[in-house]
Each structure stands twice: as C-alpha cells, then as structure tokens.
C-alpha cells in the first residue's frame, strides 16, 4: 500500500513546495512509483513538474468538486515514474464551494483511496495555511512532513502546526502521525541557522531528517525552467541533498 505524505507547513516561504518538487522527483530517481498532488492554489508544484497549469483540463479542483474519476486528473510530470494530479487557480474558489458540502473533510480522501496501491508514495503539497484543503491533505495523509526554514521565528510557527495536526488526529484522522522535521535554506555561514537547527533539536520530540538542505541558487532556479532538480543540476548541492533526504524517507517508512 502506498505512503500518503503530506508536506505541511501554515508560514509561507519555507521550502514546502521546493521540497514536494524535488523529494518527489528523487522518490522517483530511486525507482519509487510516486504521485504528487498539487492543493495549493497557486499551482507551483504543477509547474515546478513541467505541467502547464493553464492548459490542464482535470485538476484536483475538478477531483474534488465534481464527479471525475482520479485516473482522468492523472498527468505525466517531467520525471519518468512521476505522476502529478495538478493545480491552478480554480481551486482558489474551492474553499467557499466545500462549506456547503455533506463529508467535506474527506473529499480527497475517498478519490485517493483508490489509486494509492498503484504507487509507493503520494505527496501532498498543501497551501500555506491552515485551510479546508489542507484538512483534506491532512484526512488524506498517513503522516505529515514539515519543512523548517532556518530563521528565528521558526519554532514559533512550528508549535501552532502541531496543535493543528494533533486536532486532527483527535478528530478526523486517528492514525495521523508527523512524518519529520526537515531544516530547509540552510546558510552554514551564519550563526542563525546553526542556532535555529540546535533550538529546534532540543525543543522538539519528534523525528528530525538528518538530511539539511541548503540554500542554493540553482534549487531557487530550477522551477522556472519546469524541471526539478535532479534533472535540471543534477550535481548541485540542492539535488545531493533531496537525494539523501529521499533516501531517509524510504528509510524511515520501511521501518514504520
């Protein structure tokens, strides 16, 4: 059966969507079968993957709110073993159309369900906030993954989501768990990130990915060009970092 992990995090500019893109993709590197769903509005994660999200005709907007089958929103991405069920600005509207609706917190749910044997990872990126979208994110999940930037009010942020995601666990999702903390945007240079890294550590009894990823220019570049990573600097110090930290993902989850 297939790992549902969601990449979660309420403070925008974390490296949430720059983490769906490219841990995906090395998922797929190594040879796991891996669907990607885009529930941010924005539709970055979509592009990132090479998929004009302006031309796509079945996004998760469509999944959710109308009667489509999820094999139809299924699209190639621009990594073999890649799939992705994309976004684009049609789901901006999807939060005032699910209010009405009778189980609106399992929408997702009960489309994903039947596809997750077909791969051994799905990966959700949710919106920067704690919306209906990604409470259906969070329905949907086995474990969420949550990248921490490297700045002081990082732990900050982090307390509030985890009081989120225990709620969740309370009363939607019993067997909700936190996947693991990632640290993204790591300047070794400063003092700061270091401090942040070591806070977090002692502060927080959950799972920490040993992997850091750094910041690097051509991780900031790659989504313009439709590619992640791995395809577009295959030997930068972006791309060896998601590598390893795919590596920890597989890791972890054939221990669990």
Known sequence: ??????????????????????????????????LTIDMDPQGNTTSGLG??????????????LEDISVEDCIQQSAMEGLNVIASNINLSGAEVELIS?????????????????DYDFVIIDCPPSLNLLTINAMTTADTILVPIQCEYYALEGLSQLIHTIDL??????PSLEIEGVVFTMFDGRTNLSLQVVENVK???????????????????????????????????????????????????????
């Open 202 to 256: 002692e502060n927080l009894d959950r799972n920490i990915y040993k992997t850091i990823i750094p910041r690097n220019v051509r991780l900031a570049e790659a989504p313009s060009y439709g590619m992640p990573i791995n395809m577009y600097d295959t030997r930068s110090s972006g791309a060896e970092a998601y590598r390893l930290l795919a590596e920890e993902v597989i890791q972890y989850n054939t221990q669990r």
């Open 1 to 34: 059966m297939g790992r549902i992990i969601a990449v979660a995090n309420q403070k925008g500019g974390v490296g949430k969507t720059t983490t769906s893109i490219n841990l995906s993709a090395c998922l797929a590197e190594m040879g796991q079968k891996v």
């Open 168 to 173: 969740i666990k309370d009363r939607l999702n």
């Open 51 to 64: 998929i004009d999200k302006n031309q796509v005709e079945n996004t998760v907007y469509e999944l959710i």
């Open 101 to 117: 609706l009778d189980n609106k917190e399992y929408l997702l749910k009960g489309k994903i369900e039947s596809v997750r044997d």
